[in-house]
């Protein structure tokens, strides 16, 4: 504790004596730390972003459109067309690494209500499409349920823009619309979501009823496409095998056929976002310690300086009694204090910027996110930096010789 205490008496009558150059230590210190926590903490925000959008489209899912054979298989020629079935979309759930299936089926619908009427695209599709695709209702309302299907209900899921257009300020749950020339009732409305793909139009602007229901008012058999939701643990293009596996088998078509079955696969973009932004965040990570190093060599100057400016003081304290390890451990512990207050002051910093954030750049770079990882690393760099910037002044200092540093 005593010596703690004269490091730090020393160290404030230091800082009294040299008031500018003080100043600019702490100020390097600062500046790199602001560089590298504001680096990483703009690269998480863009990577959640990015994951965000992605994710707008939906969780990890695969897009199935049956296509033309082009290759031909057990006799049958090539070029023939692939229709599927709920039977058969009922065959890709037992494949292998399958999570989740949703059949849909799509049409452009006329929406009427009041003395409005639109042209809307509108899906028929089963309550698990609601949580593989991301479409959350806003509060006070639904998704499309178990027994919407069971008992094909006229009912619909609007999304957001959607209902702004049909219904301005008034709430839609409750309304009831024409769709088709049919009455619907309105059930959930979605919540507003980030949404940069899609595959047949934003979903802010669509309309979805229970696939029964669709099959019942329009006649339709085959099923236009199927979102599929594979499990985490099996990558997606085992996957893909399997389903063309299952398919296959029914559906009379070569599994090796990559036109049978036309799949967009969004798990890729996930792994490359992820693959990406690691890279990314490193380099930005390296950037900013380099700003710290910089920052880390003033420190390693002026700890040079009060090493020359104290050598007398050192020598007395040695031919006192004072061991190598105890004047070591004295200018390291300042140096360390030095690069603290000043980390301490740029962690304040980057913490305001990232509060005080304008919000009309969200939707563009996302929100800067100092998380504990980015924390723990900007604290190793700064004291990795702070001990080699003290280590060698202190060296240096410890190494003196009592009787020559008297006599300087």
């Known amino acids: 504790m005593a010596n703690i205490k004269e490091v730090l008496r020393q160290l404030f009558r230091d800082v009294r004596s040299q008031k500018l150059r003080t100043f600019l230590t702490v100020f390097g210190i600062i500046w790199g730390t602001v560089a590298i926590s504001l680096l990483l903490a703009f690269g998480t925000g863009l990577h959640k972003h990015l994951i965000q959008q992605t994710a707008g489209l939906g969780d990890r899912i695969m897009i199935v459109w ?10 049958l020629g090539k070029g023939r067309k692939i229709r599927m079935t709920e039977e058969d979309v009922a065959a890709i759930h037992t494949a292998e690494g399958v999570r989740g299936v949703s059949s849909e089926y799509s049409s452009n619908q006329k929406l009427n209500y009041a003395t409005k009427t639109l042209s809307v695209d509108t899906s028929g599709i089963t309550p698990t499409f609601g949580r593989m695709r991301n479409l959350i209702p806003q509060s006070g309302g639904r998704f499309i349920n178990e027994i919407d299907m069971r008992e094909q209900r006229r009912v619909l899921f609007v999304g957001d823009e959607l209902a702004k257009n049909l219904f301005g300020k008034d709430d839609p749950v409750g309304k009831v619309v024409q769709l088709g020339g049919s009455p619907f009732t309105v059930v959930g409305v979605l919540v507003k979501k980030d949404q940069d793909s899609s595959y047949s139009g934003p979903d802010a602007e669509k309309v979805f009823i229970p696939g029964t229901t669709y099959l019942s008012i329009t006649g339709e058999k085959y ?9 985490p643990e099996m990558k997606s293009k085992k996957v893909i095998a399997n389903i063309s596996a299952a398919l296959g088998q029914r559906l009379r078509f070569d599994a090796q056929d990559k036109e049978a079955l036309s799949i967009w696969d969004t798990t890729e973009q996930f792994a490359f976002f992820d693959n ?3 890279a990314f965040n490193g380099f930005l990570g390296i950037v900013g310690s380099l700003t710290l190093v910089v920052g880390g060599i003033g420190v390693s100057n002026i700890m040079n300086v009060v090493v020359e400016e104290r050598t007398r003081e050192i020598g007395i304290k040695m031919a006192l009694g004072a061991r190598q390890r105890w004047i070591l451990s004295q200018f390291l512990l300042e140096t360390i204090l030095i690069t603290a207050v000043g980390g301490a002051i740029g962690f304040a910093v980057s913490f305001a910027i990232c509060a005080l954030f304008p919000q009309k750049m969200v939707e563009y770079v ?4 100092l998380s504990p990882l980015v924390a723990v690393l900007t604290a190793v760099a ?4 702070g001990t080699v910037a003290g280590y060698f002044p202190a060296r240096e200092a410890s190494r003196l010789d009592p009787v020559v540093a008297m006599k300087l």
């Open 276 to 278: 990406f932004m690691l």
């Open 66 to 75: 049956p296509g033309l054979t082009s290759m031909p298989y057990e006799g």
């Open 382 to 385: 700064l004291g990795a930096v």
């Open 223 to 231: 099923v236009d496409n199927v979102i599929v939701q594979g499990v």
């Open 366 to 369: 996302g929100v800067p996110s």
